[in-house]
């Protein structure tokens, strides 16, 4: 039985479509490496690329995105409201299905290893694939940014990377390469313009404020909508699922605030494991397609190739 996982890479591009296509174009051109979705924003000028297949291709896949982009983005010349360190900034990969946390941080070793000696870009190993406790958490491992980082590596003894040299990549910056659990990406909008209701139910239920665990929250006033928005990470839907998250989300509204829940939707993908039938008619997911769920999304990917001849255990050229 074959052992798949997933590969998210984050690019510090989210303007310049021609960049992010040359980068796709690199997952695109690996067989058994099957790009789920892609997505661009344009105010953080980011891009998120989500792709997955056996671990051999997913990992060369993952390689040349770092090494395209690296060609391609100068973060001397990058502006964006999103946090980065590098012109590939992080690369997470995510066991699906029947894989284990093992085989991905394994990967990601090797992708590290990789990255840091042929491109000569320091990496830094975050989440299940940290080398030290204190780089569990991305935001202490991008700490700075760029430019932070860019003064304090190869003076800084807490700063020297994993892999590759104690210098930053004078284009390139720095990357985070991980294994993690699945992230859904989930957002709850709430039957009121009321900033000031998302931004408490949101401290709330965040797990740094004391409330849900594997929670990460923030309140967003929707203008085109003008609806008040709870955004939401689900750092781990085994530990807090979305139905439990919804449910804490109405219980608070309804109760503090007097206020219903008008929809939910999901951003990106989510994993087999936290769907169960009629989710989204519970949770008012809006537009919700079974091709946001990811196993899904794989095997059609999988049977197309398969229909077209093509061989999942070749690299391409």
Do not use: W
């Not at 439990?244 to 309804?254: D, F, L, P, S």
Request: glycine share 8%; net charge negative.
């Amino acid at each position: 039985m074959s052992v798949y996982i997933e590969c998210v890479p984050n690019i510090s591009e989210g303007r310049r479509m021609e960049v992010v296509d040359a980068v796709v174009a690199e997952v695109e051109n690996i067989s058994g490496a099957y790009l789920l979705d892609r997505s661009s924003d344009g105010d953080h000028n980011r891009s998120v690329l989500t792709f997955a297949g056996e671990p051999d291709p997913v990992g060369e896949a993952a390689f040349r995105v770092v090494r395209k982009a690296a060609g391609m983005i100068d973060l001397t010349k990058h502006e964006g409201k999103h946090p980065r360190m590098g012109a590939t900034d992080v690369v997470p990969f995510v066991p699906i299905g029947e894989a284990r946390m093992e085989h991905c941080i394994r990967i990601a070793a090797n992708v590290a290893n990789r990255i840091g000696s042929e491109l000569e870009i320091p990496v830094f190993m975050y989440e299940s694939a940290a080398t030290r406790e204190d780089r569990r958490n991305l935001a202490s491992v991008r700490k700075g940014q760029f430019e932070g980082l860019r003064e304090e590596i190869g003076k800084n003894p807490d700063r020297k990377p994993d892999f590759g040299p104690e210098r930053i990549h004078p284009t390139a910056g720095a990357t985070a390469v991980g294994a993690r659990e699945f992230l859904i990406a989930y957002n709850i909008n709430l039957k009121s313009d009321n900033i000031q209701a998302a931004k408490q139910i949101a401290k709330e239920i965040r797990e740094s404020s004391g409330g849900l665990p594997a929670v990460k929250g923030i309140g967003l006033m929707l203008d085109e909508l003008g609806v008040a928005q709870v955004s939401m990470n689900l750092v781990n839907y085994k530990v807090t699922s979305m139905e439990t998250v919804y449910a804490e989300i109405e219980r608070r509204a309804k109760e503090e605030f007097g206020i219903e829940i008008l929809e939910s939707e999901l951003i990106g993908l989510m994993p087999q494991g936290a769907y169960s039938e009629g989710l989204e008619e519970r949770l008012k997911i809006r537009d919700f397609s079974q091709d946001q769920i990811v196993e899904v999304c794989l095997q059609k990917a999988v049977e197309r190739d398969t229909r077209l001849g093509r061989s999942p255990h070749t690299h391409g050229s």
